[in-house]
């Protein structure tokens, strides 16, 4: 087999190898057709077989209700910034939303164009270094939803509890996260959501498809004539398929689905990210040179940023990383530093290669 980099890309990111040795195989002749998965019809037998698998694995995966659909989407998580709240608010309605850093901002600024948004808590002012906590919230008597990015794949920071919307006295409220780097990372309680959403690109499979699981309830209930494309009922309705769906991207989906049932499942998911987590999180916080600007309770498992004691250090951190097979490793161009996504389909042993290039640069550099 060819040569494997470590891959610490944020998105589109590291795919599991096993899941594209898979795909390579049965790349020119799927299920005896002597065709590709990509060169057949979305309505075909064999692709409705493969669209239903994964949908079958992903609900097994995250025991999903029955009063749940799962939409097969294109137009990225992006899209879903402007289709919530086009589903779920509306002109003369407020939608609540928590800011913890750059995607929470994108969200915020395209909901702003069809309802009004209400900024309930903002870690802004202290750089996104954390999540703000509930108490301080404040949240809307009649909002249509509330907001949150599990995970910003940017800063860094991560939820590690949701909001018990219940328990909080806004039972009305429903509870939406973009989940778009965290998505599959960990067991979710999917009845404490209204809506979740996540582009595949950086957890699940190449980009091109965008997951959304939404409660029965919420579709339909639009205030305006919403294009058929964005309207969730009408997706439902069509299986993701009211035009050809990214038949290649679900397929890949659902070989990273059956994957990480064979890992089993998500909660063994959890312990490794959370392993892989500690090893890295450790080396920065035991050295005197590596630093992470996100408060210890809020730090994500799936993107990890750090800056180096010197930063004119950093172009030959990365380079000296790339002689030794370990790539996109350079931060965002907004915050610079250096940022490792370690997301599942990451090993730990990529992830021990990584901490232990650190501290042999530590040695000669810190
Ligand atoms: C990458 C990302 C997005 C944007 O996703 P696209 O699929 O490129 O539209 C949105 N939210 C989060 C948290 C992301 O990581």
Redesign the pocket.
């Known amino acids: 087999m060819s040569k494997r980099s470590f891959n610490f890309s944020?998105?589109p990111a590291a795919l599991p190898d096993a899941v594209l040795e898979k795909a390579r195989d049965e790349l020119l002749d799927f299920d005896g057709l002597g065709a590709s998965v990509m060169e057949i019809s979305h309505r075909s037998k064999q692709f409705i077989a493969v669209a239903e698998r994964a949908e079958a694995n992903l609900r097994t995966l995250l025991s999903i209700p029955d009063n749940y659909r799962v939409l097969f989407l294109q137009?990225?998580?992006?899209?879903?910034?402007a289709s919530v709240p086009m589903n779920l608010s509306g002109p003369g309605k407020t939608a609540d939303y928590i800011d913890t850093g750059a995607?929470s901002v994108?969200?915020i600024k395209e909901a702003g164009k069809f309802c009004s948004v209400n900024v309930a808590a903002s870690s802004k002012a202290d750089n996104y270094n954390h999540v703000p906590v509930m108490d301080t919230w404040s949240l809307s008597k009649d909002a249509s939803y509330l907001h949150v990015?599990?995970?910003?794949?940017?800063g860094g920071v991560q939820f590690h509890d949701f909001p018990d919307m219940a328990a909080l006295g806004y039972s009305d409220t429903p509870l939406v996260a973009?989940?778009?780097?965290d998505f599959l990372s960990r067991p979710l309680d999917i009845e404490k959501f209204g809506l979740i959403y996540?582009?595949?690109?950086?957890n699940v499979a190449p980009?091109g498809l965008?997951i959304v699981i939404v409660r029965d309830d919420l579709m339909g209930q639009a205030s305006v004539p919403l294009p058929a494309m964005l309207d969730y009922k009408v997706q439902a309705d069509a299986g993701s398929m009211s035009n050809t769906p990214a038949t290649f991207p679900w397929y890949m989906a659902g070989l990273v689905f059956e994957w990480l049932l064979d890992q089993g499942g998500l909660g063994a998911m959890q312990a490794i990210n959370a392993k892989k987590a500690a090893t890295l999180y450790g080396a920065i916080d035991n050295s005197n040179f590596y630093r992470c600007p996100v408060v210890p309770e809020n730090r994500s498992a799936m993107n990890v940023p750090f800056t180096l004691g010197n930063a004119d250090l950093d172009g030959e951190f990365l380079s000296g990383a790339a002689e030794r097979g370990m790539l996109n490793l350079k931060g965002h161009r907004s915050v610079g530093g250096m940022r490792a996504s370690i997301y599942n389909a990451v090993s730990q042993t990529a992830v021990e290669a990584l901490t232990d290039y650190m501290a042999e640069f530590e040695r000669s550099h810190g």
Request: charged share 15%; with cysteine; proline share 0%.
């Open positions: 944020a998105g137009g990225g998580a992006t899209l879903q910034f995607w994108k969200a990015c599990s995970n910003e794949t940017i973009d989940m778009s780097s996540a582009g595949a690109q950086k980009a965008t």
